[in-house]
């Protein structure tokens, strides 16, 4: 049996050092606008490729069928991996991140995890690095806490919709989503998680309360408000710079049974947007509050009468939307059966303050589960055509309320000409609600407003629907708010250079590198963010901040480092 696991071992060395020396050509991407061309590979290379093919793993570590790793939601980027971990315990992570960190000088290897393959620009893909396959992970199992502040301990690999699932079982759910949840958890973590609650509850990065993160290093650390504060913000919407999320502590509260789904057009946007900006300064509001933006579509309200019911069916059999910019109103009210008696006399209450247009009022009654999960059925239907693994150059802009008034009356309706490739969101948060310290970037100002662009391309297209086109109008956008100065910050950034992401992060890119040196010193990790550089060597400075990761920006002393 030794001498069979030797000449194994022995066998996958060599064959990953013949495989260090082949270029695989499947690493280029017609549509990559920086991709670097492979070096010839060296010695070292193939070392250290050596070096993981000798690690044992509670689950395992693949140098073959990889391509998967190399694709994202994006469909614009791939990057191929040298190896793939699927990860079976926290410390098959650990290991392998602590085996290249060791390696130092020696090695160009990085390290990323992928969740659920829905990134949009290859952020989760290591160029000839080690991607890991965090829906492996399945440690610990789900723990429901049901006191006073409920909560439920999940893998950062587990999907939000399973997390629903089980919790409703226990008659909870967390308080804030994203709005498709078919996503991991240590994914949304990363960036931010916002949805149409975070008007109320914050994005979700608000609604943690511990984390177990393999820092850059190797370490496994638990951190929350009071233990190793400095990393628990830095890791929250720190787009996986600074440590891998295995392990969350989800806020819960108790969990509705019912929605009411309502939506209504405005011609206004100033109108619109009041009326969004009042509702989510109410102390009685709605659930949800969420919009988007519609331009030159025929036949709209005949599109949603196969899921909603018009108030006054005959005025709404006489509205047209063809060649209109029309603004939609997207709300939503919880409530449990025992409700029922009033619960439409609420909405009635909610409603008459607003000013929409009164023919296009449109309700739904649906459960609480088939609400939030209402995106995976667009999917489902949009996988039956083949029309859901497209590429999707998506663009999410965060915008100062001082701002959004000009940028509605360039963009909606000048240079987007209509919503054809694609839904257009657009409401307003208040972060005044939210916690502070987290890495996520946002506006100067405490309202903003996310409006996000999610277009579908065509592949072989070369027209209005194709991915050139998409790609132009999205620069013209972007270089109007440059030259407007409107205070913009983009949400799941994406830049080119450093200097590009120092101005994304204003002021807060010296605490933001500085974190970087301490909890991943040599740059290992997330490399496809394109933020930081692989480093080479640590001089003297780096090693005196890495010998005490344990203290952070914060200065508070370590508790939990396992």
């Given at each position: 049996?030794?001498?069979?696991?030797?000449?194994?071992?022995?066998?996958r060395?060599?064959?990953?050092f013949?495989?260090?020396?082949?270029?695989?050509?499947?690493?280029?991407?017609?549509?990559?606008?920086?991709?670097t061309?492979?070096?010839?590979?060296?010695?070292?290379?193939?070392?250290?490729?050596?070096?993981?093919?000798?690690?044992?793993?509670?689950?395992?570590?693949?140098?073959?069928?990889?391509?998967?790793t190399?694709?994202?939601?994006?469909?614009?980027?791939?990057?191929?991996?040298?190896?793939?971990?699927?990860?079976?315990?926290?410390?098959?992570?650990?290991?392998?991140?602590?085996?290249?960190?060791?390696?130092?000088?020696?090695?160009?290897?990085?390290?990323?995890?992928?969740?659920?393959?829905?990134?949009?620009?290859?952020?989760?893909?290591?160029?000839?690095?080690?991607?890991?396959?965090?829906?492996?992970?399945?440690?610990?199992?789900?723990?429901?806490?049901?006191?006073?502040?409920?909560?439920?301990?999940?893998?950062?690999?587990?999907?939000?919709?399973?997390?629903?699932?089980?919790?409703?079982?226990?008659?909870?759910?967390?308080?804030s989503?994203?709005d498709?949840?078919?996503?991991?958890?240590?994914?949304?973590?990363?960036?931010?998680?916002?949805?149409?609650?975070?008007?109320?509850?914050?994005?979700?990065?608000?609604?943690?309360?511990?984390?177990?993160?393999?820092?850059?290093?190797?370490?496994?650390?638990?951190?929350?408000?009071e233990?190793?504060?400095?990393?628990?913000?830095?890791?929250?919407?720190?787009?996986?710079?600074?440590?891998?999320?295995?392990?969350?502590?989800?806020?819960?509260?108790?969990?509705?049974?019912?929605?009411k789904?309502?939506?209504?057009?405005?011609?206004?946007?100033?109108?619109?947007?009041?009326?969004?900006?009042?509702?989510?300064?109410?102390?009685?509001?709605?659930?949800?509050?969420?919009?988007?933006?519609?331009?030159?579509?025929?036949?709209?309200?005949?599109?949603?009468?196969?899921?909603?019911?018009s108030?006054?069916?005959?005025?709404?059999n006489?509205?047209?939307?063809?060649?209109?910019?029309?603004?939609?109103?997207?709300?939503?009210?919880?409530?449990?059966?025992?409700?029922?008696?009033?619960?439409?006399?609420?909405?009635?209450?909610?409603?008459?303050?607003?000013?929409?247009?009164?023919?296009?009022?449109?309700?739904?009654?649906?459960?609480?589960?088939?609400?939030?999960?209402r995106?995976?059925?667009?999917?489902?239907?949009?996988?039956e055509?083949?029309?859901?693994?497209?590429?999707?150059?998506?663009l999410?802009?965060?915008?100062?309320?001082?701002?959004?008034?000009?940028?509605?009356?360039?963009v909606?309706?000048?240079?987007?000409?209509?919503?054809?490739?694609?839904?257009?969101?657009?409401?307003?948060?208040?972060?005044?609600?939210?916690?502070?310290?987290?890495?996520?970037?946002?506006?100067?100002?405490?309202?903003?407003?996310?409006?996000?662009?999610?277009?579908?391309?065509?592949?072989?297209?070369?027209?209005?629907?194709?991915?050139?086109?998409?790609?132009?109008?999205?620069?013209?956008?972007?270089?109007?708010?440059?030259?407007?100065?409107?205070?913009?910050?983009?949400?799941?950034?994406?830049?080119?250079?450093?200097?590009?992401?120092?101005?994304?992060?204003g002021?807060?890119?010296?605490?933001?590198?500085?974190?970087?040196?301490?909890?991943?010193?040599?740059?290992?990790l997330?490399?496809?963010?394109?933020?930081?550089?692989?480093?080479?060597?640590?001089?003297?400075?780096?090693?005196?901040?890495?010998?005490?990761?344990?203290k952070?920006?914060?200065?508070?002393?370590?508790?939990?480092?396992?």
């Amino acid at each position: 049996m030794i001498n069979f696991k030797q000449n194994t071992i022995a066998l996958r060395i060599l064959t990953v050092f013949l495989v260090s020396f082949t270029i695989n050509r499947k690493n280029l991407c017609s549509n990559h606008p920086f991709f670097t061309p492979v070096k010839s590979p060296s010695v070292h290379f193939a070392t250290a490729h050596s070096s993981l093919a000798e690690m044992i793993f509670d689950g395992h570590l693949s140098f073959e069928n990889t391509e998967h790793t190399a694709k994202d939601f994006g469909g614009r980027y791939h990057f191929m991996p040298s190896a793939v971990l699927y990860p079976k315990s926290v410390s098959d992570i650990s290991s392998v991140v602590k085996n290249i960190f060791q390696m130092g000088e020696t090695t160009e290897l990085t390290v990323v995890a992928r969740g659920h393959g829905h990134s949009l620009e290859g952020q989760a893909q290591a160029h000839r690095g080690v991607v890991i396959n965090m829906e492996s992970l399945r440690e610990p199992e789900m723990s429901f806490h049901t006191g006073i502040m409920p909560y439920v301990d999940v893998s950062a690999g587990e999907l939000w919709i399973n997390i629903l699932h089980k919790s409703l079982k226990h008659g909870l759910a967390p308080k804030s989503w994203t709005d498709y949840l078919h996503l991991t958890v240590g994914g949304t973590l990363s960036n931010a998680g916002i949805s149409g609650q975070a008007f109320e509850h914050g994005p979700q990065i608000d609604n943690v309360y511990q984390l177990q993160v393999v820092t850059g290093t190797g370490e496994v650390v638990i951190c929350s408000e009071e233990q190793h504060s400095d990393l628990f913000h830095a890791v929250l919407g720190g787009l996986g710079q600074f440590g891998i999320i295995t392990r969350a502590r989800i806020a819960l509260e108790p969990a509705p049974k019912k929605v009411k789904w309502i939506r209504a057009l405005y011609s206004d946007f100033t109108i619109f947007s009041k009326d969004q900006e009042r509702l989510i300064a109410s102390e009685n509001s709605f659930n949800y509050i969420e919009g988007f933006v519609i331009i030159n579509r025929t036949g709209l309200l005949d599109n949603w009468r196969s899921s909603f019911s018009s108030k006054d069916p005959i005025q709404a059999n006489q509205f047209t939307s063809e060649g209109r910019v029309l603004f939609c109103l997207e709300v939503a009210k919880y409530f449990n059966l025992e409700e029922s008696d009033h619960i439409d006399k609420d909405i009635d209450n909610l409603l008459s303050d607003l000013n929409y247009i009164q023919s296009t009022l449109f309700l739904s009654e649906v459960s609480y589960v088939d609400f939030l999960d209402r995106v995976h059925v667009s999917e489902l239907k949009l996988q039956e055509k083949g029309l859901w693994e497209v590429p999707h150059p998506w663009l999410n802009l965060l915008i100062p309320r001082s701002s959004v008034h000009l940028f509605a009356k360039e963009v909606f309706g000048n240079i987007l000409s209509d919503t054809s490739n694609g839904p257009v969101l657009i409401y307003p948060v208040n972060k005044s609600r939210w916690k502070n310290g987290t890495s996520m970037v946002t506006p100067a100002e405490n309202v903003f407003y996310l409006i996000a662009f999610l277009s579908s391309a065509i592949p072989s297209s070369t027209g209005k629907d194709g991915l050139e086109h998409i790609l132009t109008q999205h620069q013209r956008i972007l270089n109007f708010c440059g030259r407007s100065n409107l205070g913009i910050k983009q949400y799941l950034p994406h830049y080119r250079t450093q200097e590009e992401w120092k101005a994304h992060f204003g002021t807060f890119w010296e605490v933001f590198s500085k974190r970087k040196s301490i909890y991943d010193p040599l740059a290992i990790l997330a490399p496809g963010q394109r933020i930081f550089q692989k480093r080479r060597h640590l001089d003297n400075e780096d090693l005196k901040l890495n010998s005490s990761v344990d203290k952070g920006l914060d200065g508070n002393p370590s508790k939990d480092i396992i």
